[in-house]
């Protein structure tokens, strides 16, 4: 009886699903919106300056952050859904996700690439009134944390006991059960 309702409780994650994938698509239409108002605004009341270069060149790069957020709210409602309700969902390859650890890597790959588009409209932005040495060192250990994340993710955990594969001994000629297939 409590198994059952244990593994009934998964449907709960439906909540996730259904609220990352509103969001990603409100970020997404919100975004779309965004940009063709400002696309507007420039063809209506162009204004052909220096500064008016770097203000849209600002409004684009901000508008990448969104761009990129939805699709990672996107990716998240994917891989909760595939994970906790129904793993046969007809995606692309490198869109399926089999663990949380693929549903992680995913996520912190888009979010490095969302503090570089950050940092690079900040300093786009950058007017020299506060140092910009803090906020990239900031960012980029951050960035370097991340990346130590993604790359313990990648590496699969030394199993006690097991030697690493490059290290393993070759099998035993004389056991003809220990020899590859086509050596036999």
Known sequence: MLGRILA???YLVIIAVVGAYLSALFVLIYGGLTIGG????EFTHPVFTPDAAKHIAVECIEMIDLFLLGPILYIVSLGLYSLFINDHLPLPSWLNIHNLESLKENLVGVIIVLLAVTFLGYVVTWDG???IWAV???VGFVVLALSLFLRRLRTPPDVAGK???TQQQQPEESNPESLPHSLI
């Not at 400002?38 to 605004?41: E, G, K, M, N, V």
């Open 8 to 10: 009934g409780s998964r």
């Open 38 to 41: 400002i696309i507007i605004a």
């Open 129 to 131: 009134s506060t140092s």
């Open 136 to 138: 990239g060192v900031a």
């Open 163 to 165: 030697q690493p594969a």
